[in-house]
């Protein structure tokens, strides 16, 4: 009887092996997907939190001498990650930009598609505006919220 008994069997089949890594790739797929997701905000929320402080320094600077700055050296702000601040020009890892001095602080991404704008109070009140530069510029600035698109600008409602 002994003879007829089959040898237990060590191991895994090919098949099972293939359909792990099939769901392993799927779950990182999905992961790199958040992942990039999630990157793209930060990025986002990074450059508005820049011209946010930089246009907050200029309407300090109005209130306090009643005049518009002319250049970024005349404002009292201290920001991480930016070059020195000369001129009218932003420097930053991610943006490049420059400030308006009549009107707003306008960052482009140097990895997507968009340009954030901010106006500072003494010239107008005026909405935060996300500037899709494509139309995936567009989808990702109303992702962001800012669904009240015209002509690629989109604003918040």
Do not use: W
């Not at 600077?61 to 070059?83: C, R």
């Not at 003494?122 to 669904?147: H, K, W």
């Amino acid at each position: 009887m002994q003879f007829f008994q089959r040898k237990q069997k060590k191991g895994f089949t090919l098949s099972e092996l293939m359909a792990v890594v099939v769901i392993i790739a799927i779950l990182a797929g999905v992961a790199m997907g958040s992942y990039r997701s999630i990157t793209e905000k930060s990025v986002f929320n990074e450059g508005l939190g820049i011209a946010h402080a930089i246009a907050a320094a200029a309407d300090e600077y109005y209130y306090e001498y009643h005049n518009q700055p002319e250049k970024l050296e005349q404002l009292v702000v201290d920001l991480k990650g930016i070059s020195p601040l000369t001129g009218v020009n932003i420097e930053n890892k991610h943006f490049s930009g420059k400030f308006i001095k009549d009107s707003s602080v306008e960052l482009t991404s140097k990895d997507y598609p968009y340009t954030i704008i901010v106006y500072m109070e003494y010239y107008r009140q005026l909405p935060d505006v996300c500037r899709g530069n494509t139309t995936a510029g567009i989808e990702f600035c109303q992702s962001m919220g800012y669904a009240s698109c015209s002509g690629g600008d989109c604003t918040k409602e």
